[in-house]
């Protein structure tokens, strides 16, 4: 079973933010708002997934993949940064572009490449 690079991005990048999401458990203090850090940390990772996936299927480099995916998340963790405040820049801003760095890898070694009707001739 191979999934195309940008499903392959979409369930990579949702499953690490929903993991980035539930970390916050380990800080107590975002207690009261863990219902929107959760839901922000797997939106970020869902959008950033499928776009990182949907640039992979236009390069076939490792490295240009990876950077890519690092500033794809880099950018969308910003947006959040934004909204929740400056006191949690690098809070955010790491794992985001820890996530992107990962998606990044994975749709160009794992994913597959969509077949055109064409070439299934």
Same mark, same amino acid.
């Given at each position: 079973?191979?999934?195309?690079?940008?499903?392959?991005?979409?369930? !990579?990048?949702?499953?690490?933010?929903?993991?980035? $999401?539930?970390? $916050?458990?380990?800080?107590?203090?975002?207690?009261?708002?863990?219902?929107? !850090?959760?839901?922000?940390?797997?939106?970020?990772?869902?959008?950033?997934?499928?776009?990182?996936?949907?640039?992979?299927?236009?390069?076939?480099?490792?490295? !240009?993949?990876?950077?890519?995916?690092? @500033?794809?998340?880099?950018?969308?963790?910003?947006?959040? !940064?934004?909204?929740?405040?400056? @006191?949690?820049?690098?809070?955010?801003?790491?794992?985001?572009?820890?996530?992107?760095?990962?998606?990044?890898?994975?749709?160009?070694?794992?994913?597959?490449?969509?077949?055109?009707?064409?070439? @299934?001739?």
């Amino acid at each position: 079973m191979s999934f195309t690079k940008p499903m392959l991005g979409l369930a !990579v990048g949702g499953a690490l933010g929903l993991l980035d $999401g539930l970390s $916050g458990f380990l800080e107590p203090s975002l207690g009261p708002l863990m219902g929107s !850090v959760i839901t922000f940390s797997l939106l970020k990772g869902l959008v950033s997934g499928i776009a990182i996936g949907y640039f992979s299927q236009r390069v076939r480099s490792m490295t !240009v993949g990876i950077a890519a995916g690092i @500033a794809i998340a880099a950018v969308l963790s910003l947006l959040v !940064v934004l909204h929740a405040g400056m @006191a949690l820049f690098w809070d955010i801003m790491l794992p985001g572009m820890l996530l992107g760095a990962i998606v990044g890898f994975a749709t160009q070694k794992f994913g597959g490449v969509k077949e055109t009707a064409a070439a @299934a001739r």
